[in-house]
């Protein structure tokens, strides 16, 4: 067929695909350059999360904040991951940080960055601890249940375990109040298996936004108190707890790739059914 | 009686483990045996983790020793970036207990690692973008219902949606609070399901592919 | 991040936008070998932040204090885990077997009584339990769809039967369920891969200092 007799759908449909890939990069500056701001409504996942954080947590508690997510995904989790820690400082808690991803340890230093204000309130050993990494694997969480000094004999930096205040008491899953846990795969899983069922440790998740419908089930039974579901997640904790930050202004983003999305595949239909009636 | 260690043992170990482990359940905290022999798994599951470096960083020596065209000067280079940054790293690491003391290790891990990481990862989205386009079309009652409901949530995960019309994140919530649940709460049972019996298999020696075998060996 | 003002940051910062580009070059123009240099660093940086974080200083760090205190059965685990290396070697590869046992061993048997509570019983138990007292008619249609549907949807997999008579309609309204639970997933994804992608969109403005950083 040649190029005259195709329709304006069909050749639509031939058009290069990095034609699309520039609208889209090209798209996405634009909110950062002219906000593009609309309000954000609360899922009742975040809004479980924020509340279960606020009436579960009492000062002094040790809670765990899992990192299993790689610096690749930071745009999706850091926002409510930071926005976690700044919550769980805020009620006096206790964080032990550690991860199963090998970057960790860059995760960790840009989460301390991000809530710079308010871990400079806190003493490192007294008040928040990080240990380093873990392999991501089932054994080694249910092992860290059964005893962290077994996998973390002592803190990222060499200090034994027992030379930090706030670790002098804690070695077990029972000694935790709660687990907050930053997925981009399968690690919450193994929290929920090793830690939450056994031992009945509250688990929450704070996952890139597939893992919102993967994790959708143990939400609604109960087995997660409440998870943040990506960036948008990130959105709404940084609402809730007053602090509008980079997954705020990353909103204006999403709308305008979302609506490209949309276009895309309105017209795709179209095309599809206009094309599809000219053959019959 | 070679022939049993390489078989008849391993799947013996395996079924002990499997059981040891299961068993444990009920008894946590007082299982001792188990414990240790998660703290192994741990180290050795730690150490493994190299061999897929290993691998990989062979096949890059192999190009080199054969001058793959097109290919080699790559490998050359992936070989000196990998050697900086381990020996940098392994530096910080002797002379202060931590890797990201040393500057140039800083330096490729905060600058150059993690612009490449992000980059790689996030560059789905334009393919994301043009599946969109190409496939995603309401060819049949199946492929409709995924479009429906794929459009609804990803217009009420942008706030536009509410903007568009009042109703659009009233449908997309109910698709993300109870439509999905079924189906994936399917995924869940049936692989748990799938789990349990691929885990009995293995525990009687009958499932033997993750130990390498291989034919006649 | 804020705007660098050292020149090893600098350098860094422009570093990484190259690098960028280099990478984005691929979809946005076509396969070339300013691409494959960035992809290529990237794998090289890659594997040697892994071994260092994984296999080098946790090893050391799990180990050590334990033989320190004169723990010497902790060298076991550390040989069974080089023994792993004996899969590169054809003749020697039956000895990663026992490294793997453990592994294997330890994963199903984890697994498996994980499992069993929150993955069957907990999502059974909340299948079929009812709305509360006063529920309204949209919580009992809530409760009838989740119900139904994960039936059919678990009937799709049982592949005992042929999927005919009354199963094949249950089976077909387990498909639609399905296709409603991958759509929705779809979505998410869309919001998953553009929030990456601004991220990156950001960082292109950022630099130029179009964007506050």
Known sequence: ?280 | MAEVLRREVVYLITAIITILMFIEFFFIGTWNVAEELRTWATIIANISIALGAVRLLSEHAKNIQRRRAGVWPFSIWLWIIFLVTLLSGLAGYVIKQDAMTNPLYNWLFTWPYTSLGQTLYAITGFYIFSAAYRAFRARNIDAALLLIAGCFVILTNAPIGGVIWSGIPVIGRWFLDYGQVPGMRCFLIVAAFGMLAYGFRALLGRERGFYGEVAGE | ?213
């Open chain 1, 1 to 280: 067929m040649s190029e005259e007799e195709l329709t304006f759908w069909e050749k639509l449909a031939r058009i290069d695909r990095r034609v699309f890939y520039w609208i889209l990069f090209i798209g996405l500056m634009i909110p950062f350059i002219r906000p593009i701001m609309f309000p954000i409504s609360i899922s009742p996942s975040t809004r479980d999360l924020y509340e279960g954080i606020k009436e579960m947590v009492e000062p002094g508690d040790v809670v765990v904040m899992n990192i299993a997510f790689g610096v690749s995904a930071w745009p999706e989790c850091m926002p409510a991951f930071v926005s976690c820690a700044k919550l769980f400082i805020r009620e006096g808690a206790k964080i032990i940080i550690w991860g199963s991803y090998y970057d960790v340890d860059l995760t960790y230093e840009e989460l301390l960055r991000r809530a710079k204000e308010d871990f400079a309130k806190l003493k490192y050993g007294e008040d928040y601890v990080y240990l380093g990494y873990y392999p991501n694997m089932e054994a080694s969480v249910a092992q860290l249940g059964s005893s962290i000094r077994s996998i973390f004999s002592t803190d990222k930096y060499g200090t034994p375990l027992d030379e930090l205040p706030m670790m002098k008491n804690v070695d077990k899953a029972t000694d935790i109040k709660l687990v907050v846990s930053g997925d981009t795969g399968d690690c919450c899983d193994y929290y929920i298996r090793q830690w939450r069922i056994p031992y009945g440790v509250p688990v929450a998740e704070i996952g890139i936004a597939m893992l919102g419908s993967s994790y959708m089930p143990f939400y609604k039974s109960g087995v997660l108190f409440g998870m943040s579901v990506g960036v948008r997640g990130g959105a709404e904790l940084e609402k809730l707890i007053g602090e509008p930050g980079e997954a705020t202004i990353r909103m204006g983003a999403i709308n305008i790739s979302h609506i490209l999305v949309i276009i895309a595949v309105v017209l795709a239909n179209i095309g599809y059914f206009a094309s599809r009636g000219k053959r019959r």
């Open chain 3, 1 to 213: 991040m804020p705007y660098p003002t050292d020149p090893a940051g600098i350098a860094g910062l422009w570093i990484s936008w190259l690098l960028m580009l280099m990478i984005y070059s691929y979809p946005l123009y076509k396969e070339n070998p300013v691409y494959r240099f960035a992809e290529h660093t990237y794998i090289g940086l890659m594997l040697a932040i892994m071994l260092i974080t994984t296999t080098i200083t946790t090893t050391i760090r799990m180990v050590g204090p334990p033989l320190m205190q004169g723990k010497v059965w902790y060298v076991i685990p550390v040989i069974l885990g080089f023994m792993m290396f004996f899969l590169l070697t054809p003749r020697y590869r039956w000895l990663s077997r026992y490294p793997i046992a453990i592994l294997v061993g330890a994963g199903f048997g984890l697994g498996m009584r994980g499992v069993l509570i929150p993955n069957i019983t907990k999502q059974v138990i909340s299948t079929i339990t009812p709305p509360a007292v006063g529920a309204g008619a949209v919580d009992w249609w809530n409760y009838i769809y989740i119900a139904i549907g994960t039936i059919c949807a678990v009937m799709y997999f049982v592949l005992t039967w042929e999927h005919r008579g009354a199963m094949g309609y249950a089976t077909r309204l387990g498909r639609w369920i399905i296709m409603i639970g991958l759509g929705a997933y779809f979505g998410n994804t869309v919001l998953f891969r553009m929030a990456m992608l601004s991220g990156r969109a950001q960082f292109f403005l950022q630099v130029l200092r179009i964007a506050p950083m």
